[in-house]
Nanobody
Framework: QVQLVESGGGLVQAGESLRLSCAAS????????MGWYRQAPGKQRELVAT???????RYAYSVLGRFTISIDNANSTVYLRMNRLKPEDTAVYVC?????????WGQGTQVTVSS
């Protein structure tokens, strides 16, 4: 089992920045990758960014150049630095970890960007 604790969401104005954190605990040795997804009202959940323990990164096209994902392997924590936020980035951001046997999801943290 893996437990996830997310933090860092909030209300900001367009153009501002936020950093999300997701700390994993439990069977962290089994984690292969961590990442962030988001779900806006009335929309499907979508990938934002993922990173493997080896450092391979994948971003959604909509956040390229604005968001940066990083991982602290020693503390099993993944970060998402979000710069130049836009109103369309408003969503619940959810952390996900991938292990060899299953995926685990966090509870989510709300990010609201006002125009």
């Amino acid at each position: 089992q893996v437990q996830l604790v997310e933090s860092g969401g909030g209300l900001v104005q367009a153009g501002e920045s936020l950093r999300l954190s997701c700390a994993a605990s439990g069977s962290i040795f089994s984690i292969n990758a961590m990442g962030w997804y988001r779900q806006a009202p009335g929309k499907q959940r979508e990938l934002v960014a993922t990173i493997t323990r080896g450092g391979s990164i994948r971003y959604a096209y909509s956040v390229l150049g604005r968001f940066t994902i990083s991982i602290d392997n020693a503390n099993s924590t993944v970060y998402l630095r979000m710069n130049r936020l836009k109103p369309e980035d408003t969503a619940v951001y959810v952390c996900k970890t991938q292990t060899s046997t299953q995926d685990y999801w966090g509870q989510g943290t709300q990010v609201t960007v006002s125009s």
